[in-house]
Structures are given as C-alpha cells and as structure tokens.
C-alpha cells in the first residue's frame, strides 16, 4: 500500500512537471505568430583543414526589425576551431593566438562573437548583404533589406560532412537581449542558381539555427506608451504617469532632460555619442515614444483619425520605424496620408491589424527628441452600421506596437467618453453629420493634391 502510495505521488509530480516543461526558444506573439529570425549556415567548399562557410541572418518577423548599433552573433565551437579570415563582419575579439607562428588566425576564441561591418567597408572586404552596421529591416517592410551575410573560414575543423561538427549556445543580440536561440539542425545543402539561371550549385554542408524573441526578456520596462483624445470631449488623456520610470527624485542626476535647459545640444552631446540607452526629455510618462489617437471628425458614412508620433529620446534617430495598430474597423480603411499601409491579418480572415510606416525619403525618419521629432498621418474609416459607435471607447485601438515593443495603454475607464444625451449635443451631432461631409471632400481634394 505504501509503495502505491508513493508510486501514485511520483506519477503526480511528473505529471506536474511535464505540464510546466517548456523549451527555452519558445516565444509567442499574438500578432506575428510565425515571426523569427534564421540563421543559415552554409558551407561552399573545403579547405586543407577545415571550411568556407556564408552565414545569413533572415528577420522573418513582420515588424519587428534590428535597428542601431545592430545585431552580434555569438557562438560556441563544438571542437578547437579557429577563425582564419572573414569577410562582411567580424570578431569583437581575437583571442589568445599565441601557439600560432607566421599565419595569424582573425579569432582563436572557444566562444567568439561577431558583428556586421559599417557601411563605406572597402570592396574587397565585402560579400552581398553586408555591412549595414548590423541593421536589418522587418520582413513585412522590406523583405530585400531583411537579411545580412559576411563570410567565415574556419580551421581547426573536420573537412568532410562527416567530421565537421557543427556550434552550439548560439547567442543573439539585436542589439540587447530578447532573443533566444535554439540548436543548429542540419538540413538539406542550400541550392544556389547562377544570375543566368542556366546552372545550379549547392553547398557542402548547411545547419539552420532558429532565434525568436519575447519582450519580456528584452526590457523589463516599456519603452513606448499611448495618449488619447477626441472631438467629442475636451478631455485629453495622457500616457499613465511613470509608464516607462519616473523623474528623479533629486538624488540621481541624468534621468532627463528639461527641454528648456540652456544649450540643450552641448548637455545632450556630454553624455556620449556612443551610448545608445534612452535620454529621454523629462515627461510625467518618461517613455521613448508616445504615440497619440486623436478622434478628429465624423462623417455621415466616415470618421476620420489623426495619429501622431513623438520621440523623446535625445540619442536616437528611428530609421525605418514601423507601428502596429489593432482595431475592428481596419477592415473599412478608405484613406491614409503620408504612411505606407499592410495589413497582417494574425487571425486569418479577421482584418483588424495593419502595419503603419512612414514613406521613403518623405518621414521614413523619426527625428530625436525636439521640433523635428514626429511624424504624423490621419486615416479616414469608412463606417459599417452594424458595428460603428463611438461608445465605451470603441472608436480607441486595441493594442499598439512601435518597433515590435507593445507601448502601454491608459486604462479603459479613462478612455474619452461621450456626454449626456442633451439638446446642446443632439445640434452639435446634427451639425456635424450634416455640414462636414462637404469640409471632408474639400480637405481630401486638399490633402490629395498635397501628397
């Protein structure tokens, strides 16, 4: 019986553990289910000791791309492997090479790590996909900008498919943590076809390693928030107060910075040029990035939207950012100014979610923090009667991403609300419904003209 006793117990905690067993690549994200980044890893020909390999980084992610100072790889060998030479990136290190004469390898580290070259790198030191300083766009923006490659020659390793063994803890930084990668799996040799398309090649030997990301590893405070307002109700809500940290209480000095400060340019430059965490200007919500829905007009089959960004941080220039937005009536979106427009659809047939960025050598940019730093666009909905209402703040989204991160949004019950049903109300509802259509097809010729 008391063996039974406890074989029943032993059963029960597996049984338990099996239930919170998970692997430590698995990350989820609801709006981008499949996203990832693939590092492929093939080997083009033999050398006397070892290989050639062309390592490829591929940002299958939607929305979520690798921005300044970029990404850095890092790997263990599985044997004594050296590295003789690279091309398009490079070791942070070099590594004891001491017990080598004349031929110096280019990395003898057990765990080296490895970065993208900077642009302007001579020629003959470059292969395709490299040197964009480890910047890599998302797969939904610009899928041609969203791989980048350098060349590696490894000595010291097997010479056949047999011998070679391939690296393992693959590390991923892009640019801080967030992504964690899986193992290498060796799968079928890469073909490769010639620009004529008349001959085709394949590789030796390749390994796939699969890396996906969770923000909860990435940051432990938000990095972006949301503001709301409306033309129906004077209130203008703010970001939550200490969204992404608060002011310092006196104590500590460089938190932020008052805009107003005397020679703003010479404070903010005195905090180095090379450092990328966020100087933010001094806000009650302290975040990067705010993002503001402003309700504009309604229509008498439309209602319109203004939605702005606005960067607070002093050290950083978004290039090629990107918003995610979540709300019902996307799939009604009739118009939209200034900004490159994708829908994601997440859920299959339901299209609630678009994909918002600005338009090349136009707003492509988010300035840093001052009079430059927004970007601004309006998008027009067209209204469908069975489910349109501005009320209990149906006419606010769902969810907002900028760059990937999910910004944070004020609570619900403080969303701007439609007032008392009253005479004064019922004329300014009237007025609108019945005078601005003619306004909106004059503003949208406007604006049309303009863009």
């Given at each position: 019986?008391?063996?039974?006793?406890?074989?029943?117990?032993?059963?029960?905690?597996?049984?338990?553990?099996?239930?919170?067993?998970?692997?430590?690549?698995?990350?989820?994200?609801?709006?981008?289910?499949?996203?990832?980044?693939?590092?492929?890893?093939?080997?083009?020909?033999?050398?006397?000791?070892?290989?050639?390999?062309?390592?490829?980084?591929?940002?299958?992610?939607?929305?979520?791309?690798?921005?300044?100072?970029?990404?850095?790889?890092?790997?263990?060998?599985?044997?004594?492997?050296?590295?003789?030479?690279?091309?398009?990136?490079?070791?942070?290190?070099?590594?004891?090479?001491?017990?080598?004469?004349?031929?110096?390898?280019?990395?003898?580290?057990?765990?080296?790590?490895?970065?993208?070259?900077?642009?302007?790198?001579?020629?003959?030191?470059?292969?395709?996909?490299?040197?964009?300083?480890?910047?890599?766009?998302?797969?939904?923006?610009?899928?041609?900008?969203?791989?980048?490659?350098?060349?590696?020659?490894?000595?010291?390793?097997?010479?056949?498919?047999?011998?070679?063994?391939?690296?393992?803890?693959?590390?991923?930084?892009?640019?801080?943590?967030?992504?964690?990668?899986?193992?290498?799996?060796?799968?079928?040799?890469?073909?490769?076809?010639?620009?004529?398309?008349?001959?085709?090649?394949?590789?030796?030997?390749?390994?796939?390693?699969?890396?996906?990301?969770?923000?909860?590893?990435?940051?432990?405070?938000?990095?972006?928030?949301?503001?709301?307002?409306?033309?129906?109700?004077?209130?203008?809500?703010?970001?939550?107060?200490?969204?992404?940290?608060?002011?310092?209480?006196?104590?500590?000095?460089?938190?932020?910075?008052?805009?107003?400060?005397?020679?703003?340019?010479?404070?903010?430059?005195?905090?180095?040029?090379?450092?990328?965490?966020?100087?933010?200007?001094?806000?009650?919500?302290?975040?990067?990035?705010?993002?503001?829905?402003?309700?504009?007009?309604?229509?008498?089959?439309?209602?319109?939207?203004?939605?702005?960004?606005?960067?607070?941080?002093y050290r950083m220039n978004y290039t090629q950012w990107n918003l995610?937005?979540?709300?019902?009536?996307?799939?009604?979106?009739?118009?939209?100014?200034?900004?490159?427009?994708?829908?994601?659809?997440?859920?299959?047939?339901?299209?609630?979610?678009?994909?918002?960025?600005?338009?090349?050598?136009?707003?492509?940019?988010?300035?840093?923090?001052?009079?430059?730093?927004?970007?601004?666009?309006?998008?027009?909905?067209?209204?469908?009667?069975?489910?349109?209402?501005?009320?209990?703040?149906?006419?606010?989204?769902?969810?907002?991403?900028?760059?990937?991160?999910?910004?944070?949004?004020?609570?619900?019950?403080?969303?701007?609300?439609?007032?008392?049903?009253?005479?004064?109300?019922?004329?300014?509802?009237?007025?609108?419904?019945?005078?601005?259509?003619?306004?909106?097809?004059?503003?949208?010729?406007?604006?049309?003209?303009?863009?």
């Amino acid at each position: 019986m008391g063996l039974l006793r406890i074989f029943s117990s032993t059963l029960l905690l597996l049984f338990l553990l099996s239930c919170f067993t998970f692997y430590s690549t698995d990350a989820f994200d609801p709006l981008d289910p499949n996203g990832n980044i693939t590092i492929k890893w093939d080997v083009i020909n033999w050398t006397p000791d070892g290989y050639v390999a062309v390592v490829t980084m591929y940002n299958f992610q939607q929305y979520r791309h690798i921005q300044v100072p970029g990404w850095t790889l890092g790997w263990t060998w599985a044997k004594k492997e050296v590295i003789w030479s690279m091309m398009g990136g490079q070791t942070t290190e070099q590594g004891d090479c001491s017990k080598f004469k004349g031929n110096i390898p280019h990395c003898c580290k057990k765990n080296p790590t490895v970065v993208d070259m900077m642009p302007g790198t001579p020629y003959n030191q470059q292969i395709a996909n490299c040197c964009k300083g480890g910047v890599i766009n998302s797969w939904g923006q610009d899928p041609a900008a969203a791989v980048s490659s350098f060349q590696v020659s490894v000595g010291a390793a097997g010479t056949t498919n047999k011998t070679v063994r391939v690296p393992k803890n693959f590390t991923l930084k892009a640019p801080g943590p967030g992504y964690t990668c899986g193992p290498a799996k060796i799968v079928k040799p890469t073909k490769f076809v010639s620009a004529d398309g008349r001959r085709v090649t394949q590789a030796m030997m390749t390994w796939n390693v699969t890396c996906t990301f969770s923000q909860f590893l990435a940051q432990k405070t938000p990095t972006c928030c949301v503001s709301l307002s409306s033309f129906y109700n004077d209130t203008i809500v703010p970001c939550p107060t200490c969204t992404c940290g608060c002011q310092s209480n006196g104590t500590q000095r460089g938190s932020c910075i008052d805009p107003e400060t005397p020679h703003l340019a010479s404070v903010v430059s005195d905090h180095g040029k090379t450092n990328y965490a966020p100087l933010v200007q001094c806000t009650s919500h302290m975040c990067p990035i705010r993002i503001h829905w402003h309700v504009k007009l309604n229509y008498k089959e439309y209602w319109r939207v203004k939605i702005t960004i606005t960067n607070f941080n002093y050290r950083m220039n978004y290039t090629q950012w990107n918003l995610v937005v979540q709300h019902p009536n996307f799939d009604n979106l009739t118009t939209l100014f200034s900004f490159n427009y994708k829908s994601l659809n997440p859920y299959g047939s339901i299209n609630d979610t678009a994909m918002l960025w600005g338009v090349k050598f136009y707003n492509d940019l988010l300035m840093q923090a001052g009079p430059s730093g927004n970007v601004q666009s309006e998008l027009l909905f067209r209204k469908d009667a069975s489910t349109f209402t501005f009320e209990k703040g149906w006419a606010f989204p769902h969810r907002i991403y900028f760059n990937g991160d999910n910004c944070v949004m004020p609570p619900p019950d403080a969303y701007p609300y439609l007032p008392n049903a009253g005479p004064q109300w019922e004329l300014v509802i009237f007025g609108t419904l019945v005078l601005l259509p003619r306004l909106a097809e004059l503003e949208w010729l406007s604006n049309a003209d303009a863009f």
